[in-house]
């Protein structure tokens, strides 16, 4: 007699059948919310650099501005400017000399130019440089740093190319003899009708002031 072999003798116990695909698929939402979250994320930093670093590109002026003049020290008007709050300096040129002033000392200081200086080429901005620490400290910073703005009236540049220097007062404010503006130096240069003045990048240290705005 033959006899029949049954598939079910040999299997007793069938094994567990996954329902449908979307049992293997279970964990990958879980993943795919993951990196979406840590997309998300990462793209928010990045956008939150950007905007950073356009803000802080934008708060300078797009003039030149380039002077370096070491032994800062050596000149009290530049080195009181450089190490006090609420004290400023300017910096022109007048013939072969660069004048330093500040309206707190009675006579100004003329620095006579180097071979050296001369073949540097250096460019106070548009009318003269403002140099100085504001009293008051600038967002995200809790010291005092020393900043440089242009001596020209930027309202008076943009509208009509004037560059007729200003005059730094000792109340930290310069006046523009044109158009009467006053620009307050302790709140970064802004004047009453938010007009601002032309700033540059500046760097202080070592008795040595870099200003290199290019």
Known sequence: MK???????LWPHEPHKPHGVYHYLLPFPLFHFSLFTFSLFTFSLFTLFLTSCEEAEQ???RHIARFVFQNTQSVTQLNSALNNPGEFCTITAHNNQYIFHSPGIREDYPYERTAADV???YVLGLSGLIV???VLTEQLSDQSRVVCFDLACPK???DNGITRAMTLKENQHVVCGRCSRSYDLNTQGIAD???KLFRYQVSYGNNTLVINNQ
Not at 3 to 9: F, I, L, P, T, W
């Open 156 to 158: 008076c540049y943009e």
């Open 193 to 195: 009708d938010g007009s």
């Open 132 to 134: 100085g620490m504001p």
């Open 119 to 121: 073949k540097a080429g």
């Open 3 to 9: 006899v029949e072999r049954s598939h079910k003798a």
């Open 59 to 61: 708060s300078y002026s």
